[in-house]
């Protein structure tokens, strides 16, 4: 039972406001990301003292992040919302659980069967809220309701449904209704639209100069299809749009939150800032002037502030001043227990004692076979020939990552690895993020794997000069003998245009150990 939020004193009501991130992992050795993630002892504080009231947590294996949860629940005096960035799933974030390919992928299906993406977008929704709910998790950071129009957009790209609103709409309608059977919450993300932006604000902070008449038409109708299929809370994008309010980006932007979202979409859910340590906001704001202006503009929650002790103590410092009203302290926490409710139902886990995760939640052979038909009826494949065996593994397996440290798609043991080392092509791995030359001592062929998408923090959706390098010695020295390409599409037709005919290529949305067996098998079938 949730106490009276009237009762709570005024920090204690800012504090539920404040999300914090927080390691998925159950020791302290083991944090990854030490300058966001805090180590146990002080996360213990922030949550047993300072009371906030929510996490959002990155790392560990599903079953391991249960019993995580059970801790940091059992520090809360009022249960926590706890949250993750899982819009493909949670095996995207924890190891174990289902990983989907990116929305994207549905879109492409949309284009020549809007049933069968639909249905798709539905049984997405359907487990990744049936896996949240098995390991703990209460709240969705999905789905992407940006229109990604812009080839460019460094940030967004494969992230969204895709370019067309209309299809977009029906997407994110579907992923929301497959999630009602449980008691999760969803987000749809990022308002007013972060789909045609060149820049990351993770970065810096866009600018977009769209009219309203342009965001109506284009951007909006998606979040108005998640409101009208119950979603529970809507982010805010970190950027600025001068037609609508001249100085503030949207997170900070009372005519954006409160004329627009509030009082013209008449949305009653959450509103919650995207993290306020992104680029696009420390860059130009202080680190507790940032949860202040975000609360006055209407912000229900705050996510990830770099301070989140500061943070409290300025909301509150701030209604003393006036700057925010007590009213709306007081309506935003109304909303958090409206939410708390909801995901306060008894766990798919036996009690808190007894942490015995539902292995039988997790991990289906049914989710397993959405996720194959997904990457089957959107992958691209010119295949006129199969990839030509090489004698005494004289082949070379060329792949190019993003980043070789951050990878957890690719290891000895995935098909990208063993199946053309069966072909007899050895694997040599490059990372994007190192230039070198492709003058090499040549083979008698070469497949080339490029793994590469729109990734938040790198501030590019570019192909990279090392994998056009590459690419253009092969074809230059007649070494290219197939081509897969995994993640992107925006960079396929540079590639595709240049193959010779007897070249076969596949293209994949999904980069998981099930794309690469997939996409291996057309290419050598």
């Known amino acids: 039972m949730l106490p009276n939020p009237d009762s709570l004193p005024l920090a204690n009501q800012v504090a539920q406001m404040v999300v914090v991130r927080a390691s998925g992992f159950l020791f302290d050795h083991q944090i990854r990301y030490p300058q966001w993630e805090p180590p146990m002892a002080t996360l213990c504080h922030w949550i047993k003292d300072w009371g906030v009231g929510g996490v959002i947590v990155l790392g560990g294996s599903a079953a391991e992040l249960t019993l995580r949860i059970q801790q940091l629940q059992s520090w809360a005096s009022v249960p926590l919302l706890v949250a993750a960035d899982v819009e493909e799933g949670i095996g995207q974030r924890f190891a174990g659980a289902t990983w989907f390919p990116p929305p994207m992928a ?14 798709y977008a539905t049984q997405m929704g359907y487990y990744t809220a049936q896996e949240a709910q098995a390991i703990g998790l209460n709240w969705l950071l999905a789905p992407v309701a940006d229109v990604n129009n812009n080839p460019m957009n460094p940030v967004i790209n494969v992230r969204s449904f895709g370019d067309e609103p209309d299809l977009v709409c029906q997407l994110v309608h579907a992923f929301i209704q497959g999630t009602v059977s449980f008691p999760v919450l969803t987000t749809a993300k990022h308002f007013p639209g972060h789909g045609d932006t060149d820049m990351d604000s993770h970065l810096q902070l866009p600018v977009l100069s769209h009219s309203r008449e342009r965001l109506s038409s284009v951007e909006w109708p998606p979040f108005m299809a998640a409101i009208a299929a119950g979603v529970d809370a809507i982010m805010t994008a970190h950027l600025r749009l001068p037609q609508l309010d001249l100085h503030h980006p949207a997170t900070f932007s009372r005519p954006i939150i409160h004329d627009e979202l509030r009082h013209h979409f008449k949305f009653q859910g959450l509103v919650v800032t995207d993290a306020l340590i992104m680029g696009a906001i420390t860059d130009g704001y202080g680190v507790n002037e940032a949860p202040v202006l975000a609360v006055a503009a209407g912000a229900d929650i705050i996510l990830m502030p770099g301070d ?218």
């Open 106 to 119: 549905l879109g492409a299906i949309a284009q020549h069967n809007l049933p069968l993406a639909l249905r």
């Open 308 to 525: 989140p002790v500061g943070a409290i103590r300025s909301i509150c410092n701030g209604v003393e001043s006036g700057q925010i009203s007590a009213e709306s302290i007081r309506a935003a926490v109304a909303r958090i227990w409206q939410v708390k409710d909801k995901v306060n139902r008894p766990p798919l886990v036996s009690s808190p004692s007894t942490p015995c995760l539902l292995l039988d939640h997790i991990a289906q052979p049914s989710a397993a076979e959405a996720v194959k038909g997904i990457l089957q009826s959107s992958m691209m494949c010119h295949c006129p020939q199969p990839l030509l065996p090489m004698p005494d593994n004289q082949g070379r397996n060329l792949i190019i990552l993003d980043h070789v440290l951050d990878c957890k798609f690719l290891g000895r043991h995935t098909p990208a690895i063993t199946m053309p080392a069966k072909w007899g092509y050895v694997p040599q791995i490059i990372d994007n993020s190192t230039p070198g030359s492709p003058a090499q001592a040549p083979h008698q062929g070469t497949l080339l794997q490029l793994f590469i998408r729109g990734n938040p923090f790198r501030g590019s959706a570019h192909i990279t000069q090392v994998a056009e390098d590459w690419f253009h010695y092969l074809l230059r020295t007649g070494q290219l003998k197939g081509l897969i390409i995994y993640g992107s599409p925006y960079g396929l037709p540079q590639f595709v245009s240049l193959l010779p005919p007897s070249v076969p290529y596949v293209f994949s949305y999904g980069q998981m150990e099930v794309a690469q067996a997939l996409a291996l098998q057309e290419l050598n079938h």
